[in-house]
């Protein structure tokens, strides 16, 4: 019993070491006072950027191929790289700033550095697309026929299109992730409640951002010119920087860690090296020191660590194998590795089937703003007699109803599921991913039954279906990315990695671009698989009304249950393997303690 409650004690304190807050400082360098700095009133000025932000890059990512058609008279082979290219390159930059912040920046000042980048891209699209020697000379891409009457921006008109546009490139893919990581640094290890507000406070900013580009920005942009357009989102970025500034003195501000790379390649470079020695399973420890041969030691300096190293990915416990070979020499941090440091790459490699899930589900987001939106074009567009719906709103249909829902999700939801499932956030982040994830089937199943419908009363009925018809597949997924989306935020920057919050929540980016070039590779392979003898697959035509979407749409509702079925794997393995009573106390707080193999949370000083 009394060694019980020594391992207890012991598993708290390290616990508590991985729990606590990283030393934070003011914006002078000082320590901060909880008093004064973090909390919901110093984030709000992060959600402020966060809104402003998302309103001025969508609404330029989204009408960003008419401009380069119409203004910049590229291709539209050349320009559908060239918005694919720039969305890329967007969200992969995103691990850049990641690193960047939480290896020698901090989120604060990554942010604050490439802000005035992004917006200083905004400010040059907006000066290039009113001045016409910036442009080339007008005409009409549609009608005119032959390269000498359409020239096509080249020269020092296309360096200035193209520095521009991936300045707002760069300063977003930055941005984006500093911002969910800078404004969840500004609560305690131990407001994990609030925390949870946080997070959906964050998406109800994203999609009140979103909900402003798709409607009011873009409908500036078609009547007022696209250097208007460029222009309104250049003041939004601005209004964005001064709510972030505003709240400077109020923010709770972590430093820079040093490489976030370095530690874990050097337990692969170490593991790799020792991959000859075998590390018994039967380790004692005695005084940080595991004494069978060979021995395995565990430096006084590790910022946390477990009572030994355990069996998931036993290889790379060889990293922390100490030869004792009479040698008193300090060995080198590439051969000779922490405890510490194995365990937090072994939780880092248990993360990657969560990540991988979400691509297949970003592929669905992909045929909602291509596909979908050409489902609307070949529509009833009406509102009103003199009223038409662009297209591309119909991506704010979600944002609408999502304005309403996470506010009630938050107040009502959580609260009443906190009562079932004891959780601070109602359902655990891995739930909540899971929830979307299986909603997103649904979304497909629901397009797939409209574009029949659709298609049907076009060419046998000769009727033109409205526009709203298909806005059901836009609601579901609405809703679904709302419980991934924030899910999977939740998910990365609770893991009990020291100092790598900002990369990792850059990593769930990354399942963007993932999930958009896989849909590229889908449309391609489905073409040539269901091509017949004239050379016609279910995607080939630019008429809808010949073309089989439907049938695309009921593979990636497959996809997408079978999908579902590997996360619900991958997340009852990281469940099974992730139960030692460190990442428990990660979790749950460093004042309690899940004992056994039950559900039940106890607390700490109930116990000891």
């Given amino acids: 019993m009394e060694r019980s409650r020594m391992q207890e004690e012991e598993y708290y304190n390290k616990g508590e070491r991985v729990y606590e807050e990283t030393s934070t400082v003011d914006w002078r360098g000082r320590p901060s006072n909880p008093n004064k700095h973090g909390g919901m009133r110093a984030a709000v000025f992060v959600l402020g950027l966060q809104g402003f932000e998302i309103m001025g890059i969508a609404a330029v990512g989204n009408n960003l191929i008419s401009y380069v058609i119409n203004e910049m008279h590229f291709s539209l082979s050349k320009s559908a790289n060239t918005v694919t290219n720039f969305i890329g390159t967007l969200f992969i930059l995103a691990l850049f700033g990641g690193y960047l912040s939480d290896s020698y920046l901090s989120s604060f000042s990554t942010i604050l550095i490439f802000a005035f980048l992004e917006l200083s891209g905004f400010i040059l699209l907006s000066v290039q697309a009113h001045l016409p020697q910036l442009k080339p000379p007008k005409c009409n891409m549609l009608s005119d026929s032959g390269d000498e009457q359409c020239v096509e921006a080249k020269g020092m008109q296309a360096l200035i299109f193209f520095v521009a546009l991936y300045l707002v490139a760069l300063g977003s893919g930055c941005v984006k992730p500093n911002l969910i990581a800078h404004g969840a640094d500004q609560f305690s290890p131990n407001q994990s409640k609030k925390l949870s507000t946080y997070f959906n406070s964050a998406y109800f900013a994203f999609s009140m951002g979103e909900l402003v580009a798709l409607t009011l920005l873009v409908y500036v942009q078609t009547h007022s010119g696209m250097d208007v357009g460029f222009g309104v989102s250049a003041a939004a970025m601005a209004m964005g920087l001064i709510s972030f500034i505003s709240g400077a003195f109020l923010y709770k501000n972590k430093p820079p860690q040093g490489s976030i790379l370095s530690p874990i390649a050097q337990v692969f470079v170490a593991a790799t090296l020792k991959r000859k020695h075998v590390c018994p399973s039967d380790l004692v420890m005695s005084h940080g020191i595991y004494h069978k041969e060979p ?13 030994h190293p355990t069996e998931r990915f036993r290889f790379l416990n060889k990293a922390c194998i100490k030869l004792q070979d009479g040698n008193i020499q300090k060995e080198s941090p590439w051969r000779l590795c922490s405890v510490s440091q194995v365990e937090q790459v072994k939780i880092l490699i248990s993360i990657i089937p969560i990540f991988a899930s979400t691509i297949v589900f970003n592929t669905i987001l992909a045929q909602l703003q291509t596909f979908s939106v050409q489902q609307g074009s070949s529509m009833n567009t009406k509102l009103t007699e ?128 993932f999930g958009f070039f896989l849909s590229s590779v889908l449309v391609t392979l489905v073409n040539k698989a269901t091509s017949d003898s004239s050379g016609a697959g279910w995607l080939s035509n630019n008429n809808l009304n010949k073309d089989k979407v439907d049938h695309f749409y009921w593979l990636l509702a497959v996809l997408s249950f079978i999908n579902f079925l590997n996360y619900l794997f991958w997340a009852t393995w990281y469940s099974n393997i992730n139960q030692s009573p460190l990442l428990v106390i990660a979790q749950h707080g460093p004042n309690n303690l899940k004992v056994g193999g039950g559900d039940a949370i106890y607390p700490l000083n109930d116990i000891i």
């Avoid at 021995?295 to 300096?301: A, F, G, H, L, R």
């Avoid at 909540?432 to 089937?441: D, E, K, Q, Y």
């Avoid at 033109?464 to 298909?470: A, C, D, V």
């Avoid at 893991?495 to 900002?502: E, I, R």
């Fill in 386 to 513: 003199t009223f038409r719906i662009p297209p591309a709103s119909l991506q704010a249909i979600p944002y609408i109803m999502l304005i309403f829902i996470v506010p009630l999700y938050d107040t009502f939801f959580v609260p009443f599921a906190r009562k079932i499932t004891g959780h601070d956030s109602g359902i655990t982040p891995l739930q909540r991913i899971g929830t979307g994830l299986f909603l997103a089937t649904f979304s497909m199943i629901s397009a797939a039954l409209m574009e029949k419908k659709r298609r049907n009363a076009a060419v046998n009925e000769n009727v033109t279906l409205s526009i709203f018809w298909i806005t059901p597949q836009f609601l579901i997924f609405g809703i679904s990315e709302m419980f991934t989306a924030v899910g999977l935020v939740e998910f990365f920057y609770k893991q009990p990695l020291k100092g790598m919050q900002s990369f990792l929540t850059a990593i769930t980016y990354c399942s963007y671009s």
């Fill in 295 to 307: 021995n395995c030691d565990k430096p006084i300096s590790s910022s946390f660590g477990n009572p």
